[in-house]
DNA sequence: GTGGTCTAGACCACG
DNA sequence: GTGGTCTAGACCACC
């Protein structure tokens, strides 16, 4: 089934494919969030939608004041 | 400490807790968003992101026109 | 530009092409909303739908109580 | 007879008309489809029902979360 | 500056 | 009427 449709669900998608490959490697900063929506020409609302959803996978991990980073892997597939 | 943050997380969590517990059926039918946002007194917004997060963790379906549903389980624990 | 693919814009699209290829003959009648919705495996408010479109585009005339016809061709393309 | 026209139609037309005599310019706002609603004082899904046919005849393009716009002008007649 | 939550409201597609 | 996606910007807390 093509998921990829919608904004959010793509980027999502682009971003764990590339925390998933390693490009994008445990303890590593991800961009701000203005700076992703930017890049991803979307509103910020829609960039904190998708960390939304890669914080509540496990994927990364926020900290206010200072950035999203790539979590360390736990125990998933 | 764990007071419940956030106003969506702890939405999120009471119904993934009545799903859990079997309060809320497979195959039932969730109260509509709008009823939702009212009953928790929060925006539509909000009920929508917590079944943003429901549906990514494969816990309700969502169908246009219709309703949001429990999901039948699939390998839970 | 793309042709979009949501259902009652593919579907009135599909029409047109029928009737543009001759397919549906000036004054043939078209299948009751019924049976296009049932058809289409849409609902019977999608085929409405379609129909505002239709007859906008004068492709189409409906007959109250006796159904919806190919028009006449005047001067389009 | 009459013109005897129903509302969506009827909207439809003035709708048109303003946007061919330029008293909607090319890359106007439109009032949100409530207040649109208000104004002719009809429902909401007559108004979509309208704009359904305006985006068809390529008059006015939607943008989501932001409106709809009266579009460029292409080349018709 | 950063992330994060929330409100508010827009259009959209479908029933 | 339903869910869904998106924009926009409020306000907060942290650094």
Redesign the interface.
Known sequence: MPTEKVDYRRIATEITEKIKSGDLAPGEKLPSTRQLAEQYGV?ISTIN?VM??LK??GLVEGHPGKGVYVAEPTQSS
């Open positions: 509103h939608r939304t959803i509540d996978r």
